[in-house]
Nanobody
Framework: HVQLVESGGGSVQAGGSLRLSCVLS????????VGWFRQAPGKDREWVAL????????YYADSVLGRLTISEDDATNTVYLEIDSLKPEDTATYVC??????????????????????WGQGTQVTVS
């Protein structure tokens, strides 16, 4: 049974930083593409960053390029998302998800969310 548990959200002032964590359990960590998505009220869920722990390759959405850093810790099966220079428009529920394919496959399919079958419960980020 695959599980994803996020933490690290909170309320911050514009210009600040946050680091979100996602712990993955229940499947071979390095065989997954792990992604961070966010959903603001009234908007569709959008992907912001992907990482493939197996090879370390990362992908970022153009809308967040330069302000987000995705990384992973093999020892704890944890994927992190650091968000710098936070803006009010970053306010959203941030959710991590895992796909049983490489991130290159996801990228080749225009970053379709359909690959991601397991989702966490989300962590709220509020920027004021």
């Amino acid at each position: 049974h695959v599980q994803l548990v996020e933490s690290g959200g909170g309320s911050v002032q514009a210009g600040g930083s946050l680091r979100l964590s996602c712990v993955l359990s229940g499947r071979p960590y390095k065989d997954s593409c792990v992604g961070w998505f966010r959903q603001a009220p009234g908007k569709d869920r959008e992907w912001v960053a992907l990482i493939h722990p197996g090879d370390g390759n990362t992908y970022y959405a153009d809308s967040v390029l330069g302000r987000l850093t995705i990384s992973e810790d093999d020892a704890t099966n944890t994927v992190y998302l650091e968000i710098d220079s936070l803006k009010p428009e970053d306010t959203a529920t941030y959710v991590c998800a895992a796909a049983p394919v490489g991130c290159a496959v996801v990228a080749g399919a225009q970053f379709s969310k359909l690959f991601f079958g397991t989702w966490g419960q989300g962590t709220q980020v509020t920027v004021s």
